[in-house]
């Protein structure tokens, strides 16, 4: 048996992932004119969205974001191997817009952010951790560019848009291919 001073893991640690995909610079302006005439034309999703709006779920398929699908599953790669993105969707926050408190499908979620003005609000993850015990909520301000990735079971939520400018992003969850495990 180990002593206490040997015993030195942080065994329940949720990873969280963050990137920058600069290779998508390029790109943002035309992703970010789609999806507002996307925003224009077609109704809205209701998923955790309190306002603004959110698109069909397979962007992914779409042959203006598959360089962009490309990009974000060779990341999700990284941190799991054999993962890939299963679904995915734009969301657009105007003033005052946000997503409640929720979880996603997959193995591993994320959010990839186009257009971010200031104050338009920031990605909290919640502590997993039970009541009781301290807990702390865990603050990203979103950056355009900014990947980031999180267990698709970790609950999280987006802040208000205090801001008189749409904030884009895009959010996703990949699986794992569970027949390279056969």
């Known amino acids: 048996m180990a002593t206490a001073e040997e015993c030195k893991s942080n065994i329940f640690a949720t990873p969280i992932w963050g990137f920058e995909l600069r290779v998508e610079k390029f790109h943002l302006p035309d992703y970010v004119e789609y999806i507002i005439d996307m925003c224009k034309n077609q109704e809205s999703a209701k998923k955790s969205n309190f306002g603004g709006w959110q698109s069909h779920e397979d962007l992914h398929k779409e042959a203006i974001f598959l360089e962009l699908n490309k990009s974000i599953n060779a990341v999700c790669h990284t941190c799991i191997a054999g993962s890939y993105i299963q679904d995915m969707w734009a969301n657009v926050n105007f003033y005052k817009d946000f997503n409640g408190q929720h979880i996603h499908d997959g193995v591993l979620s994320g959010v990839f952010y186009l257009s971010v003005p200031k104050n338009s ?30 267990p698709s079971w970790l609950e999280h939520y987006v802040e208000p848009n205090l801001s008189n400018e749409p904030r884009i992003s895009i959010s996703f969850n990949a699986m794992v291919d569970n027949e390279r495990f056969k």
């Open 121 to 150: 609000g920031n990605l909290v993850l919640v502590d997993p951790r039970p009541s009781g015990i301290l807990k702390n909520n865990f603050s990203i301000k979103p950056e355009p560019l900014a990947l980031v990735l999180f």
